[in-house]
């Protein structure tokens, strides 16, 4: 028993697939386009061009053959728009616009010669997926590897499909009787042509969803404005650190700084040069730790730093360092030079159980309280027992 694939039916399932694949896009659409629109128009160009096809000898022979492979090449133009767009990237107008454009023409001055056609589209429609593929990997490979590979599979697929139909046609070793005619090479043609539309939006929307989900993961850890550990993530930070500073018998240090006279800064520059500034403090603070160090927003104005393996000494040590730091480095904000001083409590200890890392703060926050009253842009340290208990 012999399977018939109807050439027509391919042609309009490959146009359903295309559509459906893109109103997917449009109802999921992330917060962030990123690309997410051109994908999706370009999934409604293609669905338009296999209408198109679908119409061969029903509609002109300009409509079916040169506007339907306009809109196909705009179709790869936009894929290359839209991976540009999710790097964050400026849209390659002349990548994207040069080979429409030639396609279009060549289109129009053969339009009566199919095997020609083929061939041309065997050069062109490569050379574009190429650029697809260039941009998804160059100059660096995407964080979001898996969607990324998806992507690559449905691109790499049909770029293989077009190279080996051009080389065919121009040894003219397939049947030339037009572009409805029911023929193995035909149906594969098509059927791929339904796998890759599903392999590279797929590709594509798993990358969109993969980096929503580093940045959820991000968010979750860190402050929105400053880019610092957020309160949670300093909390699970303090479990993780204390519980390896008393299995190794290590000191551990932890400060709280608090700007200085935030609420004037707010009140004379803004919100936004308040804003500003608590992002320069966290850079400041950033600058000047090591690796294995952490600063975190600990709420409004105030900031914690979490030291391990560090000493009292080298804690207050290390405070005084950024406080100076703090003082000659003003804050840049349209043109203006704003002046940020800082308080800084410190409390450095043996931790005798994990659970003793309350302690250290309500130590440092006392210590930050006497900085405060004793006249601010200062350090103060806090006097702990030799050993902490929970």
């Known amino acids: 028993m012999t399977l018939v694939l109807d050439v027509t039916t391919m042609l309009l399932m490959i146009a359903a697939a295309s559509l459906a694949m893109a109103v997917s896009l449009a109802v999921a659409r992330p917060q962030r386009s990123e690309g997410t629109d051109l994908w999706a128009l370009g999934l ?40 540009y767009q999710f790097r964050g990237q400026a849209l390659p107008w002349a990548r994207m616009l040069v080979p ?60 293989l499909l077009l190279v080996v139909r051009g080389v065919l046609a121009a040894m003219h070793a397939i049947p030339l009787d037009g572009l409805l005619r029911i023929s193995p090479m035909q149906s594969f043609v098509f059927m ?48 993780r650190d204390a519980a390896r500073a008393v299995r190794a ?19 004379t520059h ?6 500003q500034v608590l992002c320069h403090v966290a850079a400041v603070l950033r600058a000047r730790l090591r690796a294995q160090d ?46 940020v001083t800082v308080s800084i409590g410190v409390c450095g200890a043996h931790l005798q159980s994990a659970g003793g890392w309350d302690q250290l703060i309500q130590a440092a926050d006392q210590a930050l309280y006497r900085a405060k009253a004793a006249g601010r842009n200062r350090v103060e340290c806090a006097g702990l027992p030799r050993r902490v208990h929970s």
Not at 249 to 261: C, N, V
Not at 270 to 275: C, E, K, R, T, W
Not at 307 to 323: N, V, W
Request: proline residues 2%; charged residues 15%.
């Open 249 to 267: 018998g290590e000191s551990y240090a932890l400060m709280m700084l608090d700007i200085d006279h935030f609420k004037a800064v707010n009140d």
């Open 100 to 159: 429409v454009v030639v396609t279009t023409a060549l289109f129009a001055v053969f339009i009566d010669d199919y095997r020609v056609r083929i061939m041309v589209t065997g050069a062109l429609g490569p050379a574009q997926l190429g650029l697809v593929l260039w941009a998804l990997w160059r100059p660096q490979p995407l964080a979001q590897r898996r969607g990324a590979w998806l992507l690559t599979v449905g691109a790499g697929l049909q770029f």
């Open 294 to 339: 952490l600063v975190g927003r600990y709420g409004g104005e105030e900031f914690m730093l979490l030291l391990p393996d560090t000493t009292l000494a080298g804690a207050a040590a290390l405070a005084e360092t950024l406080r100076e730091a703090m003082e000659q480095t003003p804050c840049l904000h349209e043109g203006r030079s704003i002046a």
């Open 270 to 275: 803004g919100h936004h040069a308040g804003d």
């Open 44 to 83: 409604v160009l293609h669905a338009a061009t296999y209408v198109l096809y679908a119409l061969r000898g029903t509609v002109s022979d300009w409509a079916s053959i040169v506007l339907s492979n306009m809109l196909l090449s705009g179709t790869v133009a936009l894929s290359l728009g839209a991976v």
């Open 192 to 239: 791929a042509a339904f796998v890759v539309v599903i392999l590279a939006s797929l590709g594509f929307i798993l990358m969109t969803k993969d980096r929503a989900d580093a940045d959820n993961r991000y968010f979750a850890a860190h402050d929105e404005l400053t880019g610092a550990a957020n309160r949670r993530a300093l909390t699970q930070a303090l479990d």
